[in-house]
């Protein structure tokens, strides 16, 4: 019976011949999709694709953008970051917030707000060759269409040129099938701040601190930037400041045009087709950084082409002879003023003050090329625990995110990753960064360190890359790609690094080793002096002979000897530029002078100890006087 079902079932499914589609049929379910509509549907792809990690998101974006307001506008930036919970539940438990981001930058035109705050690629920064926070015109209007996506609430901006323009206060939403902004309100208001932006919205998220959270990228971007005043409120309503340790703002880059070797052949073709030139050689040295009318001369030689030739008329064999001599034709590096990196001084001052440790040092390479691109990569270490920060064992843990272990000596050191003074705070195993980190032979360097991992202790390592186009490798901006020619900058910048810090930890032991020696003389001094008593009858002087003692212990063992392992010579530890050293007895070194510090920073010594109570900083009367000793000794 079995057999006879399924033959009369064969015949009827041989005979559902499948349905044919026509291409009319095909071509009429095609459709142009939006830029908004696609990342409504991948928002992972720009860093929304967890509740913590989009809390954190929508925070960066809007911090980036208020410090590349400032500072192109050449103000000094006072940020305000205010992240509050919606509802009753505890900061912890709660899943819904509400991120406000203010500063005191040149403000918005009425006209633009819509478009800034609710329009995808939109922005000034992707056409200019020049060092910025930005570079999409993704990132605010994104954490925009997250907020509109997951709470239905609109961007509220409030803006101000200046104090005599009237407040515009906008609220915004993101058209997602056109890409265009939609007005819901718009209206003037009166507003306390003389000038700046304020934009704030209503997000889902999850907030919790440790690796990875607001808190410390708001850590982090305060290394970064010892040039702004920052204020953050946090979710539990407690108000952390972080006042500016540097009063100046970084050098203003400059827009730089591109470079030759920058340019793909693709890319010639349309700059051939939409230059304004009228001869090859006039297109080549203006619309080209570093293309002098003699190059250009050659380069029109080399490959071949009429000096009657129009750009516009170059075209097929022609334009790949002309792509080829530039490729084979030596021409200057690109400038770097279109840079700014953070600098030696600013990282040790943002290191210093943030993380406590007992060695500091900071590397600034000179500008390199990629692609065309210029950069300068920077590196810096925190290495130790200050003497004076030893937290005692009943402090109270501060939570961390899942699967990370509380700071221990055994742990492995920690990477704080930036591009563009940026913190970069997801995706380390893909970032060039950790790679170049986990290549450097730290062994060499005195710790110790695992076979594909990092090295072993209390150290933060510290990498930064400034680039007129960070190569980032999603648009989240959370990794930098690994060009060759990146990798060896930053492996030579941590090599640097380690170097100092070897030539540390050797004087550290022989420092060590000297008041083990001393220790161990003046163990016996008081047996010594007792009996020489004896031997004298009693009547030897014994406080005398003691001091006497001592000062021949203090010559001998410790002391100058001490000074001269350290490598102290009155101006901050010899051989180590750009590096603090902490030690019981003081700090030496580059040790940065804050702007809230009201005692002026004695610089007779190039050393000063750590007051427990408070910031200000006195001389080392230690080190003082061993200098004066070499002094004597030398005359």
């Not at 500008?367 to 030893?390: H, M, T």
Request: glycine share 6%; hydrophobic share 35%; aromatic share 6%.
């Amino acid at each position: 019976m079995a057999t006879a079902t399924a033959a009369a079932v064969a015949p009827k499914r041989a005979s559902e011949a499948p349905k044919t589609v026509t291409a009319v049929e095909m071509g009429a379910r095609q459709r142009e999709i939006s830029v908004s509509e696609f990342f409504t549907k991948n928002r992972h792809l720009l860093g929304f694709d967890n509740p913590r990690k989009a809390l954190l998101t929508c925070v960066k974006e809007a911090v980036d953008n208020a410090l590349d307001a400032c500072e192109e506008a050449g103000i000094l930036p006072d940020v305000l970051v205010k992240v509050e919970v919606v509802g009753d539940a505890p900061a912890s438990q709660a899943t819904r917030f509400r991120v406000t981001v203010a500063d005191n930058g040149p403000g918005i035109v009425r006209k633009q707000i819509p478009p800034i705050f609710a329009k995808l690629l939109y922005g000034s920064k992707f056409h200019r060759l020049r060092m910025s926070r930005g570079q999409q015109g993704i990132g605010i209007s994104a954490a925009g269409m997250y907020a509109q996506l997951t709470t239905g609430k609109p961007v509220h901006i409030i803006s101000r040129t200046s104090a005599r323009a009237a407040a515009h206060d906008f609220e915004v939403q993101i058209d997602t099938k056109k890409n265009e902004p939609r007005i819901l309100s718009e209206k003037q208001i009166e507003w306390d701040a003389r000038r700046g932006t304020q934009v704030s919205m209503e997000i889902e998220g999850r907030y919790q601190k440790g690796r990875a959270s607001v808190d410390e990228y708001i850590e982090q971007t305060v290394i970064s930037n010892p040039h702004v005043t920052l204020t953050y409120v946090t979710p539990e309503g407690e108000t952390k400041k972080y006042p500016r340790t540097y009063d100046q703002l970084p050098p203003t880059p400059r827009e730089i045009k591109p470079h030759p070797y920058g340019i793909e052949f693709g890319m010639l073709l349309k700059m051939l087709h939409d230059t304004s030139s009228h001869s090859l050689t006039g297109f080549l040295a203006c619309d080209f950084s570093r293309v002098s009318p003699p190059v250009a001369e050659e380069i029109r030689k080399t490959a071949g082409l009429s000096p009657r030739a129009r750009p516009r008329d170059i075209h097929g064999h022609a334009a790949e002879n002309l792509f080829k001599a530039i490729q084979s034709t030596k021409i200057m590096a690109p400038t770097t003023n279109c840079l700014s990196p953070i600098g030696e001084r600013a990282i040790l001052a943002g290191l210093y003050k943030q993380i406590k440790g007992e060695f500091y040092t900071a590397v600034t390479r000179p500008p390199a090329v990629y692609r065309g691109n210029p950069f300068v990569i920077e590196a810096g270490l925190a290495y130790g625990k200050s003497p004076d920060q030893a937290q005692p064992a009943t402090t109270k843990a501060e939570p961390l995110a899942e699967g990370e272990k509380h700071d221990t000596d055994d742990e492995l050191a920690r990477i704080i990753r930036y591009a563009n003074r940026v913190p970069l705070q997801y995706q380390p195993a893909a970032c060039a960064i950790t790679k170049s980190a986990l290549d450097t032979s730290w062994r060499n360097y005195g710790l110790t360190q695992s076979r594909g991992a990092l090295p072993g202790g209390p150290m933060v390592i510290f990498v930064h890359m400034a680039s007129v186009w960070v190569p980032f490798t999603s648009e989240s901006k959370e990794a930098i790609a690994d060009y060759d020619e990146i990798r060896k900058e930053m492996a030579l910048a941590l090599n640097e690094c380690g170097r100092r810090l070897r030539a540390f930890l050797r004087r550290r032991e022989r420092a060590h080793s000297e008041h083990r020696r001393r220790n161990i003389f003046e163990l016996y001094i008081e047996e010594i002096v007792e009996s020489c008593n004896r031997l004298k009858g009693g009547k030897l002087q014994t406080a005398k002979l003691k001091d006497q003692l001592q000062k021949m212990a203090n010559r001998i063992t410790g002391g100058e000897k001490t000074d001269a392992a350290l490598g102290r010579n009155g101006s901050g530890p010899e051989g180590l530029p750009h590096s603090i050293i902490v030690t019981p007895e003081g700090v030496e070194g580059e040790v940065p002078v804050l702007a809230a510090d009201a005692a002026p920073v004695a610089a007779t010594n190039g050393a000063v100890a750590h007051a427990k109570t408070d910031d200000k900083v006195r001389p080392l009367p230690r080190a003082k006087k061993a200098t004066t000793l070499r002094k004597k000794k030398k005359k």
